[in-house]
């Protein structure tokens, strides 16, 4: 056996331990360059070539060029997994900040609901419902609000086939929970509601109301504003005052409008309120004795005050809002701000 053959192999096997070794780009060239360049150790063997007898010359022939292709081949596997790798770590760069999913949030109305909710619960009241769809006696008749009272106009109501309305506001919870339970009744009840209105920056043909109801022995006037007082200095601020407007209610006797002072200028006149310094709420009032007639309460023994919260009103005032039909436009510009 010519020596060649011999050196060939360990030629074979050292290429194959250093092969081994390498770990980036760089290592993989100077290998390159010290076995398969013009003089490295591959062209180096084929020297032999010319020292050979015309016999030995086609078999070590055959034996270099094995082993010339077996450098090649792992030479071209190792740059190929090399280039991979490196492209794999060019994909992951731990360093970037990760996709954070989109979560949604509470929508402005129900944050302001919630926080509404909490107040009156920790003062002790009961939260209550009623459905969208009202029967005429819930929605007007029950609360002596006689057949020929404007708000029962075609032109304030939607009706529906079958003496059914979409409620008006939410005060039919109001008989709805004293027909359920005996004073003392002590409950908010927070709904939408639906009117004709032509849709402008304060009116929206479905908005939404906080109904209360409070009834009880000695119940007066002065709880009631003692409580919106304290509610709504809890919702906007210490410096929330509240003024009652003489008004009219079927269901109330006496009835107030309460306005608030406006969170815009603090009560010294601006855009807002219309130079006023006051931020219309709602209605609210003494219970009238003859609505008590309707759910069989004793008006001898009991009295008691009601009162209706605009939602979108409160919020525009919390959140400075101009215009309430953006509550309910469903642009995420606007409900990502809160
Ligand atoms: N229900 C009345 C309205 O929608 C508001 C109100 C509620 C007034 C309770 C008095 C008592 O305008």
């Known amino acids: 056996m010519h020596p060649i053959t011999q050196e060939l192999e360990q030629l074979q096997k050292d290429f194959s331990q250093e092969a081994q070794d390498i770990a980036d780009m760089q290592a993989?060239?100077?290998?390159?360059?010290?076995?398969?360049?013009?003089?490295?150790?591959?062209?180096?063997?084929?020297?032999?070539?010319?020292?050979?007898?015309?016999?030995?010359?086609?078999?070590?022939?055959?034996?270099?060029?094995?082993?010339?292709?077996?450098?090649?081949?792992?030479?071209?596997?190792?740059?190929?997994?090399?280039?991979?790798?490196?492209?794999?770590?060019?994909?992951?760069?731990?360093?970037?900040?990760?996709?954070?999913?989109?979560i949604g949030r509470m929508h402005p109305l129900m944050k302001v609901l919630e926080e509404i909710k909490t107040i009156f619960r920790e003062m002790g009241f009961s939260i209550e419902t009623g459905p969208e769809v009202e029967t005429d006696f819930y929605n007007f008749e029950a609360l002596n609000i006689p057949a020929d009272h404007p708000s029962r106009d075609m032109q304030d109501s939607f009706y529906?086939?079958?003496?059914?309305?979409?409620?008006?506001?939410?005060?039919?919870?109001?008989?709805?929970?004293?027909?359920?339970?005996?004073?003392?009744?002590?409950?908010?009840a927070?709904?939408?509601?639906?009117?004709?209105?032509?849709?402008?920056?304060?009116?929206?043909?479905?908005?939404?109301?906080?109904?209360?109801?409070?009834?009880?022995?000695?119940?007066?006037?002065?709880?009631?504003?003692?409580?919106?007082?304290?509610a709504m200095r809890k919702l906007l601020g210490e410096h929330i005052q509240i003024r009652f407007r003489p008004s009219f209610f079927p269901f109330t006797e006496p009835s107030a409008e309460y306005d608030i002072t406006c969170s815009s200028c603090f009560g010294s006149g601006c855009r807002v309120c219309k130079q006023t310094g006051w931020l219309e709420i709602s209605g609210a009032g003494m219970v009238d004795p003859a609505v008590f007639g309707f759910v069989?309460?004793?008006?001898?023994?009991?009295?008691?005050?009601?009162?209706?919260?605009?939602?979108?009103?409160?919020?525009?005032?919390?959140?400075?809002?101009?215009?309430?039909?953006?509550?309910?436009?469903?642009?995420?510009?606007?409900?990502?701000?809160?």
């Open 160 to 188: 529906l086939p079958g003496e059914r309305v979409l409620r008006t506001h939410t005060s039919p919870v109001q008989i709805r929970t004293m027909q359920k339970v005996q004073p003392p009744v002590r409950m908010i």
């Open 28 to 102: 993989f060239d100077a290998l390159r360059i010290k076995y398969m360049s013009k003089k490295g150790l591959v062209a180096e063997k084929f020297k032999v070539m010319a020292t050979l007898s015309g016999e030995e010359r086609p078999i070590i022939g055959k034996h270099l060029n094995q082993m010339k292709a077996f450098v090649q081949n792992r030479l071209d596997e190792l740059r190929t997994s090399l280039s991979d790798a490196g492209e794999k770590s060019a994909k992951i760069d731990l360093t970037l900040p990760g996709n954070r999913p989109v």
């Open 190 to 230: 927070p709904g939408r509601c639906f009117r004709r209105d032509t849709p402008d920056a304060t009116h929206s043909p479905m908005f939404q109301q906080i109904e209360g109801l409070v009834v009880d022995e000695g119940v007066s006037m002065a709880d009631l504003k003692g409580v919106l007082l304290a």
């Open 296 to 338: 069989d309460y004793d008006a001898e023994k009991y009295t008691g005050y009601a009162f209706g919260m605009g939602l979108e009103r409160i919020a525009m005032i919390k959140y400075n809002i101009d215009d309430l039909r953006i509550f309910y436009e469903n642009d995420v510009r606007f409900l990502t701000q809160f």
